[in-house]
């Protein structure tokens, strides 16, 4: 305090004008700027920097000439920077109400708190109560180079705390509050009762609001968000004047809607508050960074603190008390630290351009948000950017000509947190612009557009068009419902699909084709993947040599569709797995002391080859790629693919694959248009309808159950189980949401009967009779080849009665005999099995080359 | 000319330094617009100095050069200072700079970052190599175009393009001498003539990378192994938006080796290290500052795609009054092509013609996943154990711009990095051997491959090679994601049964000759062959892959009337697949001939050669019952 005059202005401190004439803000300002020119000064080491101390630093804060003891109680205390200096900090309890709770430093804000280094030492008291001096003048002060006004905005602020309702508001932050009362005000009683001092606010509530706070939020978030934190305390202490926090309430703001993309940041955003969103990287070890110096004087142990400046500390170089030169030494124990962490964050993959590389940018985390995240999690991000230039050489005055960006964050939001939580909503809110959502909905409007959106699937692929409406099905999904009240648990909204057929009729093509469609979605080959690889496997992270669990392809296609290729080529065990992912939607795993059931909500394509190379038709399906029919049934469409070996088809094909060689780019073009119409419709669709049985539809199902049992019933086999219910269902939903209705109706039914039949009549046909029977899928057999079985079993046991009381018996005469009586061919298989039955049912075995009765 | 480069250079420092308060705004593009105009003209390009050919130490700082690379991976953003004031110490006078194609602001002077005037810019950067799998003749040919002017611009007076004095301190790693390459084309393809002591000094850039320490020497992240040449971190100022990785450029523009760059990675071991300055990890430090000297500074001013990089063609494909000329002997220079290739695959016609056909193959379109026009070759029947297969893909490199030879041993497959990862300490895309320009030749030596076992590597190696021919893409390993990027790559697989690897046309090499000494007989064939002719031959293979195709309605028709008359004798015969390889067959042998439309003829003969070559497969299947 000694010499008020020493120094020139400094740029970014912030000051106060008495009227806004006086003192016109520029439009912009380059606080980061100022900043650099502070830190290309030596550091202030020696006494040669006497000057610079502190101390002296701070008279010079104002521009007003007027004696600093004047001014601390009308400006100062008004303005958002005297609020919180830790100076402030009561030591020792009991504390309650706005003084007695200290103050957190917020490092996220950055360095312009620390510009004013007042000492309030005499007069803190004071602080708080300044509001009411400042209304009599509010209306002229702004902080400098900004618009704003510390009284207006704190007004403005406290009144939109108070008055602010959103009862459309789906967010799930707001989870078991009152949507008709004024939510933020519910959120500070949360504060007085949970004690975690921390307010976040939804920039988007403030912008519906009051978007002119809103622009100087986004605009002067360093200045603003300590006016917020002053407003939120005053309301709080004054509503719950009793409460006792660990520090005052923090605000932190987030969706701020001004940036969204890593890619669009451009120098603008400098200084200004964003959001964006991003995948987490990596992040580095705890960065204790001092907030507060403790210096002892080693002559006379007088002590004294300096605060960081723009992560400089200022060594004092004489002690104030005895007037020693260097005899101040930091006493590391005494000095205040605070967290600071390294982020990496990483472009989220759906936001790259194709070809190129993604961006990164480094994000500090402070105090409590350090550890909030850990690598791979996909986050939003609300903060500050920041640009500082970097020094070629300390000792010399040379700049690169670049700056260094990174983000302070102030607030995170993992994207994926709703996925853990297993809630029933899609993890992505997929924004669309009211044009798209137009566009979309006239799209669905039209009477044709299941036809239309199924010729867009995968247009190089010729014909095929009933796979394809089950493959669009497929995308779209069921509607997600859940009797975990009943005790039933979820209940499966995917629809599974197994495509089979002669190589080379484009399998894999398709399931190409879907896997690049959708945003989730993974491929993988039967033949190249294990059970690990689809589940989830346990790793040493080299690193930290934690245990990490790692997860596999199906765990990662959540939400999506996973495409297995070469499905029949996959080991036992490997399949094994499916079978709970398939119909409970979940995978359970118990690997090196984890135990845990990750949610595995996905779709399964899956493509498999005939076993002979190829397709049988004299053979069931089952038959030909060799399956277990328990895996078989859970699938809800079985796909043959098979050459139709027409010539008509034959014709159109050959013109299809000409064309494909000679057709120009725009034609091209005007296809990727329609893939990108699609993805967007799928995901709207996916994320906005969700159908409901209508009470039609549901007699009209109940109605199609009972046929699809009779058919069967005729011919003394069932040809229908809940299991083909339950398909009906889910492809009546989805055919339902293709319409965008918000109810399945007839028609809906009725083409998922049809498209259920038709899959049926491809791959559940009993060869030898020609009737669909759909227990060659359930049970991996036909009616009639059991009956069969078992007529032979019975024949053979007739035949061995004849013979009379022989206790054994030739193996291969008995084999020549049966053939002989019979009148069909009777293979070796059909023979071993017959005794087999007869083995089942205890009335001889079979040991070598002979037959023995019991 | 010798003026006309001067005088650029001179305008372009003029631009460098100019105070922009002093012009109008639109004054730099007016400059830019006209510097391009400039260069459009062949000749002027030519006068400018390219990196591929003089070692950066000959070269003047900011001064004009150019670099054909190819962009293997691309930095953040970064934010400098466009327009910032300097104050003088000692007349206090201010003045306003421009940051723009610099990379330390002036020294000497007092930096005002205050000033209202300042303005930040954003530029983006691209770290290039030059052109992976480049062949000898392709560096030797331009480089002899730049020599070959009479006034070329002796940038520095102490150069003289004289390739036998070397000066002594001459750095190997910034070596781009053709004649040095000459030298090292034995060695070039090192798996496969295994020459151990090369395979020790070289492979390892792609195997040790950020593992080892700061002390190995930095790793320039070539996506070959054994390639040489400078890397350049090239800044670019406007619509990078528009390249992409893997692009092939050339690039004009403002060397910088400013050495006080260097300095930051030096200082960084000092106590003066800022210790909030922990933004960069030492990994990363060393990648994204490397030394000037190792990897100079390209600030471009000016940019064009390249569809080749075959020198002795026009850059841009659609000036094609030179190649309209070159159509008219197209067939004739096929036929020469033919016999030598022949000659080549020991007197086997079929697959000569095969081949030909191959290496004009080129990725033309995409429907949705689909690539269109690719046609991967299978060479079985390539005697194992022999130099044979290296002595071929020696003679493919001769004609072909750009190339690799894999060998497949196993070694290889469980030990070569083949797909790029992102290596997150570095913050860099660690390149591999899949990561190649646009129509470069990919040589699969399957001969090499023994029995054993695969790793996971070996495991994931080949189904990576695996997609890379069926979809023509490669998914980048981003650690928690893949990303898939599409490539353009022809793959020629040399093997002695049917390849494990998928392809679109299997042709069995049927010998017609038994030289007793293949690598004599092999280099008789390459002596006696003409360079006028070898050069017809190389503007030949670059030049049809540019053309457009159609078929006609007619033809259309015919070719279905074909197809479901074949489907009526027997529906095995043809499928839609063999329809589809069918198809490519005849667009490529139209093609060969010059003939932008099918033909009938054209459709009955590449019938007749797919005749041919399943005939082939068959009897072999008979001879050899075990072979699928």
């Given at each position: 305090m000694s010499s008020p005059s020493a120094t020139p202005t400094k740029d970014d401190i912030l000051c106060a004008a008495w009227s806004e004439d006086a003192l016109t803000p520029p439009s912009r300002r380059r606080r980061t700027d100022d900043a650099s020119t502070s830190d290309l000064q030596p550091m202030p080491t020696s006494p040669v920097t006497d000057m610079r101390s502190p101390a002296v630093q701070d008279t010079s804060l104002f521009s007003s000439p007027a004696p600093f003891s004047h001014l601390s109680d009308t400006i100062d205390m008004s303005s958002p920077l005297t609020y919180g200096t830790p100076s402030s900090r009561v030591e020792g309890t009991p504390r309650s109400g706005l003084r007695g709770t200290p103050v957190r430093q917020r490092p996220d804000l950055g360095s312009v708190r620390k510009a004013r280094q007042v000492d309030l030492h005499s007069d803190h008291a004071n602080g708080p109560e300044a509001p009411a001096s400042e209304h009599s003048v509010g209306q002229k002060l702004v902080i400098w180079g900004t618009d704003v006004n510390v009284g207006t905005c704190k007004e403005k602020f406290q009144r939109f705390l108070q008055r602010f309702i959103d009862p459309s508001s789906t967010d799930d932050e707001n989870a078991g509050l009152d949507l008709n009362e004024p939510l933020y005000m519910q959120k500070l009683e949360e504060i007085n009762v949970v004690g975690d001092p921390v307010l976040n606010v939804n920039c988007e509530h403030l912008q519906s609001f009051d978007a002119d706070l809103y622009r100087q939020l986004i605009a002067y978030p360093q200045e603003v968000i300590p006016t917020f934190d002053m407003a939120v305390n005053e309301l709080f202490f004054e509503r719950f004047p009793d409460s006792v926090i660990e520090h005052q309430i923090q605000v932190r703001p987030y969706n701020a809607l001004k940036t969204r993309n890593m890619r669009n940041l451009n120098p603008e955003d400098i200084d200004q508050l964003i959001t964006i969103s991003g995948m987490v990287i990596r992040t580095s070890q705890l960065i204790p960074e001092m907030q507060e110096a403790f210096f002892r004087c080693q002559v006379c142990a007088f002590s004294t603190r300096v605060e960081v400046d723009r992560g400089r500390i200022a060594e004092?170089?004489?002690?104030?008390?005895?007037?020693?030169?260097?005899?101040m030494a930091l006493i590391h124990n005494r000095s205040i630290f605070s967290d600071k962490q390294m982020i990496k964050l990483q472009e989220s993959p759906e936001d790259m351009p194709a070809g190129q590389t993604p961006h990164t940018t480094v994000v500090y985390a402070h105090n409590d948000l350090v550890d909030k995240v850990q690598p791979g999690d996909r986050v939003n991000i609300t903060g500050i950017y920041r640009a500082v230039p970097i020094r070629l050489n300390p000792r010399q005055s040379n700049v690169k000509s670049v700056y260094k960006t990174h983000i302070d964050a102030i607030h995170f939001r993992k994207t994926h947190e709703k996925r853990l939580h297993g809630l029933d909503e899609e993890a992505e809110e997929k924004l669309f612009t009211e044009e798209r959502v137009r566009t979309l909905r006239e799209l669905a409007a039209k009477p044709d557009v299941y036809e239309r959106l199924s010729s867009a699937l995968a247009p190089s692929i010729y014909e095929h068009e009933d796979i394809k409406k089950g493959i669009l099905l497929q995308l779209f999904g069921g509607t997600r419902k859940d009797f975990s009240q009943t005790g039933r648990g979820g209940f499966r909204a995917e629809i599974n699909i197994l495509l089979c057929g002669d190589p080379g009729t484009s399998k894999s093509q398709l399931l190409q084709y879907v896997y690049n469609l959708v945003p989730r979605g993974q491929y993988t080959s039967g033949k190249g993947s294990s059970a690990v690889g689809l589940t989830a496997y346990v790793m040493k992270d080299p690193e930290t040599r934690q245990l990490v669990l790692q997860t596999g392809a199906l765990v990662l296609s959540d939400n999506g569709i996973c495409c297995i290729d070469e499905?029949?080529?996959?080991s036992d065990s490997t399949r094994s797995v499916l079978h709970e992912v398939m119909e409970q939607q979940t995978l359970s795993i118990a690997k090196a002391g984890i135990i845990c059931q990750l949610n595995a909500r996905t779709s399964v394509l899956a493509a498999a080859n005939p076993v002979e190379s190829q397709w049988n038709p004299k053979k069931t399906t089952i038959e030909n790629i060799q399956l277990p029919h328990t895996l078989l049934s859970r699938f809800d469409l079985i796909f043959l693919m098979l050459d139709p070996q027409d010539e008509a088809y034959d014709r159109r094909l050959a013109h299809h694959l000409v064309s494909l060689y000679y057709q120009s780019e725009e034609q091209l073009e005007e296809e990727f248009l329609d893939m990108a119409m699609l993805k967007d419709y799928v995901a709207y669709a996916r994320s906005y309808i969700e159908p409901r049985l209508s009470e039609e539809a549901s007699q009209a199902l109940i109605k199609a159950y009972v046929d699809m049992r009779k058919i069967g019933s005729g011919r003394g086999m069932v040809s229908a189980y809940p299991r083909q219910l339950e398909s009906l269902i889910r492809l009546a939903e989805a055919h339902a949401k293709v319409r965008f209705s918000d109810k399945v109706e007839t028609i809906d039914v009725e083409e998922a009967k049809r498209l259920h039949r038709e899959a049926l009549k491809q791959s559940a046909t009993d060869p030898r009779t020609g009737f669909v029977d759909i227990s060659i899928l359930t049970t991996g057999m036909s009616a009639t080849a059991r009956k069969r079985k078992e007529e032979l079993a019975q024949a053979l046991k007739r035949l061995i009665q004849s013979k009379g009381k022989v206790p054994t018996m030739k193996y291969q005469q008995l084999f020549d005999d049966l053939r002989a009586q019979s009148d069909v061919a009777i293979t070796k298989d059909m023979f071993e099995e017959a005794l087999q039955a007869l083995t089942d049912e205890d009335y001889l075995t079979v040991t070598g080359k002979t037959v023995r009765l019991l | 000319s010798t003026q006309f480069y001067k005088w650029l250079n001179h305008l372009m420092s003029l631009h460098v330094q100019t105070k922009p308060s002093n012009c109008s705004p639109d004054w730099e593009t007016k400059v830019l617009e006209y510097f391009k105009e400039k260069l459009k003209d062949n000749e002027a390009a030519s006068w400018v100095p390219s990196l591929n050919d003089v070692p950066v130490h000959y070269l003047k700082a900011n001064s004009l050069v150019k670099f054909r690379c190819f962009i293997q991976d691309m930095f953040d953003p970064e934010f400098y200072m466009g327009v910032y004031e300097t104050v003088d110490?000692?007349?206090k006078s201010k003045v306003l700079r421009s940051g723009k194609y610099k990379d330390v602001a002036e020294c000497g002077h007092q930096v005002d970052l205050n000033t209202k005037n300042a303005v930040t810019l954003e530029r983006q950067t691209f770290y290039c190599v030059p052109i992976p799998g480049e062949s000898p003749w392709v560096k030797e040919i331009s480089f002899s175009y730049s020599c070959s002017n009479p006034a070329r611009v002796v940038p520095s007076t102490s150069y003289a393009p004289c390739r036998h004095k070397r000066s002594y301190e001459e750095d190997e790693d910034m070596e781009t001498q053709p004649h040095k390459q000459k030298e090292q084309l034995g060695t070039t393809d090192i798996h496969g003539s295994g020459d151990p002591k090369r395979l020790e000094t070289e492979a390892p850039s792609s195997l040790s990378n950020a593992a080892s320490g700061c002390s190995s020497p930095l790793d320039l992240n070539f996506p070959l192994p054994g390639e040489k040449g400078p890397a350049c971190l090239v800044k670019v100022y406007e619509e990078w938006e528009l390249f992409k990785v893997n692009d092939i450029l050339e690039v004009y523009g403002i060397l910088s080796v400013d050495p006080v760059l260097s300095v930051i990675s030096e200082d960084k071991d000092s106590s003066l290290v800022d210790p909030m300055d922990c933004t960069e990890s030492v990994e990363e430090q060393r990648v994204h500052c490397p030394p000037a000297s190792l990897v100079p500074r390209l600030h471009m001013l000016y940019a064009h795609r390249l569809q080749h990089n075959n020198p002795l063609l026009p850059p841009a494909a659609s000036e094609g009054q030179s190649s309209s000329g070159f159509l008219n002997d197209v067939v004739s220079v096929r036929g020469e092509l033919l016999g030598y290739l022949t000659h080549v695959l020991l007197g086997d016609a079929l697959a000569a013609e095969y081949l030909i056909l191959h290496l004009i193959s080129t990725v033309y379109a995409r429907r949705d996943v689909l690539p269109l026009g690719k046609f991967t070759l299978n060479l079985s029947g390539c005697p194992h154990n022999s130099t044979y297969t290296e002595q071929l893909y020696r003679v493919i490199q001769q004609l072909i711009p750009s190339s690799f030879r894999l060998g497949m041993s196993l070694h290889n497959m469980n030990n070569l990095r083949l797909v790029p990862r992102k290596d997150y300490t570095a913050n860099r895309l660690l390149s591999g051997v899949l990561q190649l320009a646009p129509n470069t030749s990919l040589f699969l030596d399957e001969t090499q491959l023994e029995q054993g076992q695969l790793d996971s590597t070996g495991v994931r190696n080949i189904t990576a090679l695996g997609n890379l021919i069926s979809w023509q893409k490669v998914d980048y390993d981003f650690n928690y994601h893949q990303m898939e990027f599409p490539c353009n790559i022809n793959v020629l697989i040399a093997s002695e049964g049917k390849s494990l690897l998928p392809c679109d046309c299997h042709v069995r090499l049927q010998p017609q000759l038994a030289p007793p000494n293949l690598e004599q007989y092999i280099s008789t064939i390459q002596v006696s062959l003409s360079p006028s002719l070898l050069n017809k031959f190389r503007i030949y293979l670059s030049l049809l892959r540019t053309l457009d195709y159609s078929i006609s309605e007619e033809v259309t028709k015919a070719v279905e009337d074909d197809f479901v008359e074949m489907r009526k004798d027997?529906?095995?015969?043809?499928?839609a697949e063999d329809l589809h390889r069918l198809l490519v067959v005849a667009r490529l042998l139209s093609l060969s001939v010059g003939h932008t439309t099918l033909s009938r003829d054209r459709w009955m003969r590449a019938k007749h050669l797919e005749t041919l070559r399943t005939n082939r497969t068959e009897q072999q299947k008979c001879v050899n019952g075990n072979e699928p």
């Open positions: 004092p170089a004489v002690c104030r008390n005895c007037n020693t030169t260097h005899s499905f029949d080529k996959m | 110490p000692s007349s027997d529906p095995q015969s043809i499928s």
